[in-house]
């Protein structure tokens, strides 16, 4: 396959890339390099280094001509949402529009976009499924489900296959353990410094935490799949990518103890504002639409981490 990749030059984006050509795809990454890295750029990709809402988007495409595009690219931090909205709506909801029409323009036959367990804000029943309702608690979460829209809007009419693929809390190598959305990424980075991870509130809260080889193969397979993925209906075209197990942040630090090596004190501090108390997403969906579902166990995946963590400080 040719597949074009925007954001592969960050965390899951990268992931992606070296498991697509290793597999002996063919490659494009579109990457403003503003949360991504050069390191993590593979030699035998194709590059551009371009924002997506850049007038030239559509001419970059054109150039690598893909059958797919999975859309990464994204301003992903809810601190930076909060403080400029106008910047996820620019980027999130008009720069997949750009991505799709783009695609679309040069012929490809999928788009598969990231979306977020953010656009459901506080579930009301556990686990969530697709439809269930949708309240999303910051201008992050408002953005990707506008986003999904975006891309609906733009693809149906000219018949372009497209998902948007639901991420719950992804965390594996190469996440950045400075910025506040990985928690096991900064556990990770704290503990392997013999530092104490600090824990919002009591750390009962809970989560989905599903490894980035996951989320890989999701991805993968949801380009691969002779099947169509936007269905018909509101969260036609939505898939929950998840573990469907559901993790306390306490549990998470008991499993990482051991493959981190860290022994010592959990510090904790005033739990926050806003924080959604439980949630864990049905993976059902994908399963039985186009065949995936989550392979790595919590243990497996942590220690994989823990010791990419221990080698890359
Ligand atoms: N990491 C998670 O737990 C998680 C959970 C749910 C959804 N997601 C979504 O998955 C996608 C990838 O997330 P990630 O964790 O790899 O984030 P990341 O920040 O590591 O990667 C995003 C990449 O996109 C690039 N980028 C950002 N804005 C751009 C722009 N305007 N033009 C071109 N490139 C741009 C960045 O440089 C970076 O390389 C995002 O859409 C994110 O919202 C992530």
Redesign the pocket.
């Given at each position: 396959m040719r597949i074009l990749v925007?954001?592969?030059?960050?965390?899951?984006?990268s992931n992606l890339v070296f498991s697509l050509l290793s597999g002996g795809h063919q490659v494009g990454i579109?990457?403003?390099?503003?949360?991504?890295s050069m390191a993590?750029l593979h030699p035998a990709a194709w590059f551009r280094g371009?924002?997506?809402?850049d007038p030239g988007l559509q001419d970059a495409v054109a150039d690598f001509r893909p059958e797919v595009v999975v859309h990464?690219?994204?301003?992903?931090s809810i601190t930076v949402s909060q403080r400029d909205p106008e910047r996820d709506r620019l980027?999130n909801i008009e720069?997949t529009r750009a991505v799709a029409r783009a695609a679309a323009v040069a012929g490809a036959r999928r788009v598969l976009s990231?979306?977020?367990?953010?656009v459901y804000g506080t579930p009301v029943s556990l686990p969530v499924g697709e439809a269930d309702p949708k309240v999303p608690e910051n201008p992050y979460g408002h953005s990707?489900l506008a986003a999904e829209q975006a891309l609906a809007d733009e693809l149906r009419p000219v018949g372009v296959d497209f998902a948007s693929l639901r991420?719950?809390?992804?965390y594996g190598p190469r996440?950045?353990p400075h910025g506040e959305?990985?928690v096991v990424a900064i556990f990770c980075g704290r503990m392997a410094a013999g530092e104490a991870p600090v824990v919002f509130g009591e750390g009962t809260q809970t989560r989905d935490f599903i490894f980035v080889g996951d989320i890989v193969l999701a991805l993968i397979e949801a380009a691969d799949t002779d099947v169509t993925l936007a269905l018909p209906g509101d969260d036609g075209s939505a898939y929950n990518i998840s573990t469907g197990d559901e993790t306390s942040v306490e549990m998470l630090i008991q499993h990482l103890r051991s493959p981190a090596g860290y022994f010592g004190p959990v510090e904790h501090a005033p739990a926050r504002e806003g924080d959604v108390a439980r949630s864990v997403l049905d993976p059902t969906k994908a399963q039985e639409v186009f065949g995936w579902h989550s392979r790595v166990s919590l243990e497996a995946g942590l220690a994989r981490t823990a010791a990419w963590f221990a080698q890359n400080r």
């Open positions: 925007t954001g592969g030059a960050g965390f899951i984006g579109i990457d403003d390099l503003s949360t991504g993590n371009l924002d997506i809402t990464l690219a994204a301003q992903s980027v720069g990231a979306s977020s367990a953010a990707k991420f719950a809390n992804v996440q950045d959305g990985g």
